[in-house]
């Protein structure tokens, strides 16, 4: 595993073939296309095209993209499929008709080795979500088993989160937080009374 990208580092640059539903045409995906605008990025990658629990999480995420766009973010889903797959699938399977994300093709699973995420014996992917700041860095990861899927209104909580931490320096988003709710703002004079802290 050395070598992997890691909580924290910046994400490796990449650029990817990529399918655009939304305008039925295919063309390159960039980091610095949604970094560079000045957006999230949570890119979402799954084993398979044509598979069973994949299409479930890519509506998933579909159902909550307006969320996503709310929140400064693009959704990339990712696979080593390539954007004709991508597309023939898009055009076939039901649950997807209302994906319009990017679905980007790392065909040669070089960016997934990067992300610890490659499986050399079939060269599929594991489930892996990944959030990057409009710095770059890598934020959070989730990486599931293959017969596990996601959840994406999770997702969409902690970029949230991690949003608002970014806006208010010094501050810490507790378990379960939801926009409104108490943060804490660490200091030793909380240690060991956080549940005051939160009543407070």
């Not at 990449?14 to 039925?24: M, N, R, S």
């Not at 069973?52 to 973010?73: K, S």
């Amino acid at each position: 595993m050395s070598g992997v990208v890691r909580v924290g580092d910046a994400f490796p640059k990449f650029e990817l073939p990529a399918y655009f539903p939304a305008e039925k045409r295919d063309g390159v995906l960039k980091l610095e296309d949604v970094t560079g605008a000045g957006k999230w990025l949570v890119m979402v990658y799954y084993p398979a095209d044509f598979t069973f629990v994949c299409p479930t999480e890519l509506a998933d995420y579909a159902r909550l993209y307006d969320g996503f766009r709310g929140q400064e973010a693009e959704v990339v889903g990712v696979s080593t499929d390539t954007v004709f797959t991508h597309k023939a699938w898009l055009e076939t399977e039901k649950l997807l008709r209302d994906v319009r994300y990017p679905l980007a093709a790392d065909h040669t699973g070089t960016l997934a080795r990067q992300l610890g995420i490659y499986n050399e014996e079939d060269g599929t992917t594991l489930r892996g979500t990944f959030v990057v700041d409009p710095d770059g860095v890598l934020r959070a990861v989730e990486i599931t088993w293959y017969d596990v899927g996601r959840n994406a209104a999770e997702t969409l909580r902690q970029l949230e989160a991690f949003r608002y931490v970014r806006a208010h320096p010094g501050v810490a988003c507790p378990a379960g937080w939801q926009p409104g709710s108490r943060v804490l703002r660490p200091s030793i004079d909380i240690a060991g009374h956080v549940a005051e802290a939160l009543e407070g």
